[in-house]
């Protein structure tokens, strides 16, 4: 499932810090705007100790995580909306993504350069939302513009897409984001084929710096204004040290947890990144275990039994008869498949079951 995250901010804020971290890819990350030109890819293994465990209980030889992709998207800077650094080109290869990871910068460093000279970080966030907004804004009339003249022969299609952007308009003229606009179902369906870049779900990264003086831990009116803002959006969000996790991604497992109490960074921020960015793609996994091989398969939430099986073959889906599920815990609990059926934790279930996260599953097809 070819899903990805895209990393945006403004300049220097950490960007490509952060994707090196992740991806232990080189990417550009010199000290000036616009180092990156054209997004870098990288496929991301999704921590899940269930994984782990699973593959003991079976003595598998073989392990594939989950995977998320991120995308390091260059810098965009007040203006991109009017083509300003690059602007227009940025704004295209956020609008190929399905998610957004806004990273916030939350240091004070006098040798890495803030393009507005201060470290404001409701400002920033606000620099990034207002440009989204306005393009969206510009796409929106336009396209309005032609429905209104298009739909006078009362094509249905045509009048719902025109009744969508009736709502969707005023809001992005009053710098509102489209994901913030009520719809119902139908019109949601509508309006995700426009693909505005506000309709998209956004996930805040705050990157601290260790060593440096970091707003949080400044608990000043720079915080309080952001942490008002968090709340009051009801916004996900994350802290992560990416200069700390750009270092630790080269040191060996064993030697990393002794690293990160030295450098004083508790939390393994990309972890919490990754499956921070899994959840806003609206992403679970269920499971295959057995001695060849412990996998976790990507669905999107809300799938049915034979949807969850084309990730694996499409013969799941189009031939499926029924599925055996048991949940991670409780197969854990009975010891084997075996066992889970004997203490009938394992059941059967049919073309109308919802896959939940944590299914361990077993497909039979004609």
Not at 70 to 88: C, M, P, Q
Request: charged residues 30%; hydrophobic residues 40%.
């Amino acid at each position: 499932m070819a899903l990805a995250v895209g990393i945006v901010g403004l300049p220097n804020v950490g960007k490509s810090t952060l994707f090196n971290a992740l991806t232990k890819k080189g990417v550009p990350a010199e000290n000036y705007p616009f180092c990156t030109i054209d997004p870098s890819v990288g496929v991301v293994a999704v921590p899940d100790h269930r994984l782990d465990a699973l593959s003991k209980m079976s003595n598998t030889q073989k392990i594939v995580p989950a995977a998320v992709e991120f995308v390091d998207i260059a810098g965009l800077v007040k203006g991109a909306s009017e083509g300003e650094g690059l602007g227009n080109q940025f704004l295209t290869h956020i609008r190929e993504v399905d998610a957004i990871a806004e990273v916030v910068r939350m240091f004070d460093d006098e040798d890495v350069l803030h393009v507005a000279g201060r470290v404001e970080p409701m400002q920033d966030i606000e620099v990034i939302d207002m440009e989204l907004t306005l393009a969206d804004l510009q796409s929106a009339q336009k396209r309005l513009e032609r429905l209104e003249r298009d739909s006078r022969n009362g094509d249905k299609d045509l009048v719902a897409e025109r009744d969508v952007l009736r709502k969707l308009v005023p809001a992005l003229t009053q710098g509102k984001a489209a994901r913030t606009v009520s719809l119902d179902e139908k019109e949601m369906k509508i309006a995700k084929t426009f693909q505005f870049l506000t309709m998209k779900p956004i996930l805040y990264v705050l990157n601290r710096k260790s060593g440096c003086v970091n707003v949080d831990a400044e608990n000043g009116e720079r915080w309080r204004e952001l942490q008002g803002f968090l709340e009051r959006t009801g916004s996900q969000y994350v802290f992560v040290d990416a200069g700390v996790e750009r270092e630790l991604s080269d040191v060996h497992d064993d030697e990393r947890a002794d690293f990160r109490r030295e450098l004083g960074v508790a939390d393994d921020g990309i972890d919490t990144l990754i499956k921070a960015g899994y959840s806003l793609l609206d992403l679970i996994s269920f499971f295959t275990t057995g001695e060849k091989e412990t996998r976790a398969w990507t669905i999107k939430r809300g799938s049915t039994a034979p949807e969850a099986g084309a990730a694996i073959h499409t013969d799941f889906k189009d031939k499926f008869i029924r599925a055996e599920v048991v949940h991670w815990d409780k197969l854990l609990e009975a010891g084997s498949w075996s066992k889970a059926r004997e203490k009938a934790t394992l059941r059967t279930e049919g073309k109308d079951y919802v896959v939940q996260d944590g299914d361990v599953m077993e497909f039979l097809h004609s």
